[in-house]
């Protein structure tokens, strides 16, 4: 099975830490945009008849910012195009302050059956400071809205002056609501983002600060009945992203829009990044794409260990070798030496153990030098 990725560029206002690829200032080119967006997956789907796809992601940006009219479009091609199964998980992303009750039923009657709602954090002050749209009381009606639906919501943890009890509140503002998922991402303050000069002011928490929030709330969300299947990522029984675990099982995906990137065949390319470059591209019959790779070797070994190490299953040795005809223990060895305490290694997997998921990062980069 692989994913389809849909990027929709388009958000009424910047938040400070936000790098991705949106533009508030353009919205007034939702027409053509959308247009070439369609005439995309058309293409898309016929450079892949022979593969099935099972989950669909609408991101941005904050695709809910746009008229439901769109959205409707763009899940329409997709149905008509590609091989989709019948009972795929469809995502969309939505921002509190951008969605109406009409708007929601338009994405249920095209076959929207996940909501990823960008909450950030529940408390109003520090809302206005990551120049979000939204206020807590509009995370609530938009909760409402969403009852009985399947509903994740996004928490950043490490802003200015944050602490343990007002994380532990947000979260608990989502679950009361009624989410049966939660993301949990530390913020990562990227050069040329205005809040960078906060992290460069030392106005944001330490690493140390972060870390020692994201345990609490790792026990915190565990008693509440969400159990950590990535780093980042908190579930329900049954709730856990299907979009996402193909990312982390290094399976394949299409993503269309603008700097959409897609994972297939083992090569992974990249659209531009600029609306005008990308919808000239597309009018003319270019190719929108700015970059395209072939993934293989220790390059490709690296990327699955990375990604398979992310979650709290590992990777099994057998399926390793199989995608890579070398055995992992034996090539590896030294690195399993040098961070063989952080691992786990039972019943023919490896894993990194709980208590040192946080920093995956410092563990997997052993692996690189092979």
Same mark, same amino acid.
């Given at each position: 099975m692989a994913g389809i990725y849909i990027h929709v560029p388009f958000c009424k206002q910047k938040c400070t830490y936000c790098d991705f690829a949106s533009y508030p200032k353009e919205i007034g080119k939702t027409e053509s945009y959308f247009a070439c967006l369609y005439r995309e997956i058309e293409g898309?789907?016929?450079?892949?008849?022979? @593969?099935?796809?099972?989950?669909?992601?609408?991101?941005?940006?904050?695709?809910?910012?746009?008229?439901? @009219?769109?959205?409707?479009?763009a899940i329409r091609q997709v149905k008509k195009h590609f091989n989709l199964k019948e009972r795929a998980e469809i995502t969309i992303e939505i921002n509190p302050g951008t969605i109406t009750e009409q708007k929601v039923k338009d994405y249920l009657a095209v076959g929207i059956n996940r909501f990823s709602v960008g909450l950030q954090t529940g408390y109003d002050d520090q809302l206005k400071k990551l120049n979000r749209v939204h206020t807590a009381k509009d995370f609530l009606t938009t909760l409402s809205i969403l009852k009985g639906q399947n509903v994740s919501a996004d928490i950043l943890i490490g802003l200015e002056d944050q602490t343990k009890e007002q994380v532990k509140k947000t979260a608990t503002l989502a679950i009361k609501g009624g989410v049966s998922h939660l993301s949990m991402y530390a913020l990562t303050p990227e050069v040329g983002t205005p809040i960078y000069s906060d992290y460069l002011n030392g106005k944001l928490l330490s690493d140390d600060e972060v870390a020692d929030i994201y345990a609490d709330m790792v026990e915190f969300l565990k008693e509440q009945g969400f159990h950590r299947y990535e780093i980042s990522n908190f579930a329900k029984d049954g709730y856990q992203s299907r979009h996402n675990l193909n990312y982390w099982e290094r399976g394949e995906y299409i993503g269309v829009g603008v700097s959409a990137s897609s994972f297939i065949n083992g090569e992974r390319f990249t659209n531009t990044f600029k609306i005008d470059e990308y919808v000239n591209a597309v009018i003319y019959n270019k190719n929108p794409e700015i970059s395209r790779d072939k993934i293989e070797g220790d390059d490709a070994e690296f990327e699955y260990i990375m990604l398979a190490l992310r979650t709290e299953k590992g990777f099994d040795l057998k399926d390793f070798e199989k995608k890579f005809k070398v055995n992992f223990v034996e090539k590896y060895q030294t690195a399993l030496q040098r961070k063989g305490k952080y691992l786990d290694q039972d019943g023919g997997r490896i894993k990194i153990k709980p208590e040192y998921m946080y920093v995956q990062n410092q563990i997997v980069m052993e692996f690189i030098k092979g």
């Open positions: 898309r789907a016929k450079q892949l008849k022979d @593969k099935t796809f099972d989950t669909v992601y609408i991101g941005g940006g904050t695709p809910s910012v746009v008229d439901s @009219k769109f959205i409707v479009g």
